[in-house]
């Protein structure tokens, strides 16, 4: 509107020639204007979805860094669910055992100073666990593909302590089992001695030539299995508490690739 009242001005004060020179100037400069109005907007769109982008990658929040953590009780199939994130999302699969080892094998600083306490038969402070993790977190496969953290926090000083330290996990998976099903999974449990396969007298029966051979482990006894039941449920119910926003219960009662498909609708929203 403002283009047509500055040429029906000018067509009445200048001659026909002039008001349509002025015209098409004034149309110019406004398409000119309009023009660097909406770079100005795209810039600034730009900048604060860069400065997003920045954020989210320093707290993992973009897929590719994402820090996941898994929990679930004894034979609650954890092992299994974690193989089939690493097929399908590509995660890094990290476990505080094999990262106190590594370090204390490649005698790094601070597995110097964990073995100083394994060495003593003490346990390793938290705190130092939490070093030793986000140290891994800053490696490049992690940054890559993002990360898988099996077992850990194992108790509430543990998440606290990660809390303290910043680091944000985007998806907290729990694997949930009664006990009366994992004690039964877990006292049918039999280890074949000569190959290191393990069978189920149930869910997995063994070859009928080599059952006098086979192992019921101490540990998959049903006294030890609900003792270690006991012991894991009143540290998740500690532990989740810093990670409400995040938790993901999971029904483990099914098949794994049922399993599967919950952990997947989990781990898609990310």
């Known amino acids: ?20 020179c ?40 973009d897929a590719k860094g994402a820090l996941v953590v898994i929990a679930g009780p004894p034979a609650a199939g954890k092992g299994t669910q ?13 476990s ?10 490649n005698g790094t600083e601070l597995g110097l100073k964990a073995k100083g306490f394994m060495d003593s038969g003490a346990l390793v402070p938290s705190e130092l666990i939490v070093d030793l993790v986000k140290d891994r977190l800053t490696k490049d496969d992690v940054k890559e593909k993002g990360c898988l953290l099996d077992g850990f926090p194992r108790a509430p000083d543990q998440a ?12 907290f998976l729990v694997i949930k089992v009664p006990d009366d099903t994992l004690v039964e999974r877990g006292c049918g449990r039999r280890l074949d001695p000569e190959t290191g396969d393990i069978y189920h007298l149930k869910f997995k029966p063994p070859p009928e030539d080599i059952v006098d051979r086979l192992v019921h482990r101490s540990d998959d006894q049903e006294e030890k299995i609900r003792a270690r039941l006991q012991a894991y449920h009143s540290q998740i119910d500690g532990i989740t508490p810093f990670f409400k926003d995040v938790v993901f219960d999971i029904d483990g009662t099914g ?5 599967f498909t919950q952990v997947t609708e989990g781990l898609d929203t990310l």
């Open 1 to 20: 509107a403002g283009v047509s009242t500055l040429a029906g001005l000018n067509s009445e004060t200048l001659s026909p020639q002039l008001a349509t």
């Open 22 to 61: 002025n015209a098409a100037k004034a149309t110019a400069g406004l398409t000119c204007c309009a023009a660097a109005a909406v770079g100005l907007g795209a810039s600034a769109r730009g900048k604060r979805s860069a400065k997003k982008r920045i954020v989210c990658q320093a707290r993992g929040g």
């Open 82 to 94: 974690c193989e089939k994130i690493k097929e399908k999302y590509g995660y890094v699969h990290i």
């Open 96 to 105: 505080t055992g094999d990262i106190l080892r590594e370090n204390v094998k």
């Open 160 to 171: 606290e302590a990660m809390v303290d330290a910043g680091l944000k996990v985007q998806k």
């Open 255 to 259: 098949k794994p690739d049922e399993v």
